[in-house]
């Protein structure tokens, strides 16, 4: 593959400043963290995986300084689709009790889905959303309709 990039996704990445506590956010959503350490946590989420790390290390390994504000938007999402619409209320609700914050309740979209937002306890962007036509794969990967 001499001069491409594949076009994929593997891991996504979140610099986190607290670990363990954004580690316990997830595993509150049901989801099972793979790895232990101070520094580093891995989820397997469909076809890709999650990763916390360090923010500061993160920051360095990238030779990027990390932002001091962390209540500011960092202009990405990240996005779970569900099967059916009624399930993004459902996994709301399960961020709900999980401490997540609600930033968006779910509405109906122009795009014919329905969707809304929450940011995990370091303010990372999540949408939860259903979109007529999606299937998925046996990893849970998106088939876009």
Do not use: H
Request: charged fraction near 25%; proline fraction near 6%.
């Amino acid at each position: 593959m001499t001069g491409k990039m594949p076009p994929r996704l593997n891991v996504l990445t979140l610099g986190v400043r607290d670990l363990p506590k954004v580690r316990a956010f997830y595993e509150a959503l049901g989801w099972e963290s793979l790895s232990e350490g101070e520094e580093f946590a891995r989820f397997q989420t469909g076809g890709a995986t999650l990763a916390l790390y360090s923010l500061g290390l993160l920051a360095g390994e990238a030779n990027m300084r990390p932002s001091e504000d962390s209540g500011s938007f960092g202009g990405f999402t990240c996005a779970v689709l569900v099967e059916e619409e009624g399930m993004v209320d459902e996994a709301l609700e399960t961020v709900r009790v999980a401490c997540g914050r609600v930033l968006a309740e779910p509405v109906a979209r122009e795009w014919g889905g329905r969707s809304g937002y929450f940011a995990d306890p370091e303010d990372n962007v999540w949408e939860l959303a259903w979109m007529p036509g999606a299937t998925f794969d046996e990893w849970g990967g998106l088939i876009w309709p």
